[in-house]
Nanobody, 127 residues
Framework: QLQLVESGGDLVQPGGSLRLSCALS????????IGWFRQAPEKGREGVSC????????YYPDSVKDRFIVSTEGAKRTVYLQMNNLKPEDTGLYYC????????????????????WGQGTQVTVSS
């Protein structure tokens, strides 16, 4: 059974750092991407990073570029999101999600492309 389990959410002061983890299990395909998304109260879900687990290319929107870093380790059982210089607008429920893709077409890294979601972990940036 495929599962994604997030951890690491916390309350942090502006300017601080936090590392989220997404534990993966049940993955058998070579062609999938792991995205991190967040949702603030009364706002839609937005992507903050995407990692192609086949060729390890990454994507970040401008809002987090140069502050957030997505990575994995050799066994590809955990995906990390390192968040630096956090701002109050980074507050939200953070989800990791899996998108399976056809290698001829690539990954979308969009909410509509997600096949599986984790349960979410709360990040609050406040003084």
């Amino acid at each position: 059974q495929l599962q994604l389990v997030e951890s690491g959410g916390d309350l942090v002061q502006p300017g601080g750092s936090l590392r989220l983890s997404c534990a993966l299990s049940g993955f058998t395909s070579d062609y999938y991407a792991i995205g991190w998304f967040r949702q603030a109260p009364e706002k839609g879900r937005e992507g903050v990073s995407c990692l192609n687990m086949n060729d390890f290319t990454t994507y970040y929107p401008d809002s987090v570029k140069d502050r957030f870093i997505v990575s994995t380790e050799g066994a590809k059982r955990t995906v990390y999101l390192q968040m630096n210089n956090l701002k109050p607008e980074d507050t939200g429920l953070y989800y990791c999600a899996a998108e399976f893709f056809n290698p001829d077409f690539g990954t979308t890294c969009q909410v509509d492309g997600v096949d599986y979601w984790g349960q979410g972990t709360q990040v609050t940036v406040s003084s």
